[in-house]
């Protein structure tokens, strides 16, 4: 018998198959993978002080990345067009 581990890469690629499938009926449905907001680059340059919480530095970059990605004019939150 074949045994499947749950990996954080594993529940991601879940996610964004669910998320994909769901939204072809609800176009409000929208998946931001963490990655895009810190990923392995930015652990190098950032790493994770304890490993698990980002410090200062790091949590605005996370803000910063997340603000630019939800908020911009294409972006799942974007104001009302002019």
Do not use: C
Request: without cysteine; proline residues 7%; aromatic residues 8%.
């Amino acid at each position: 018998m074949m045994s499947t581990w749950i990996t954080l890469g594993v529940i991601r690629a879940e996610l964004a198959r669910i998320t994909a499938q769901r939204a072809a009926d609800d176009p409000n449905l929208h998946l931001l993978d963490g990655l895009d907001l810190y990923g392995a680059a930015d652990f190098a340059e950032l790493p994770l002080p304890d490993q698990l919480h980002p410090d200062t530095a790091t949590h605005r970059r996370i803000g910063e990345r997340f603000a630019k990605r939800v908020f911009s004019a294409d972006g799942p939150f974007a104001g009302p067009s002019s």
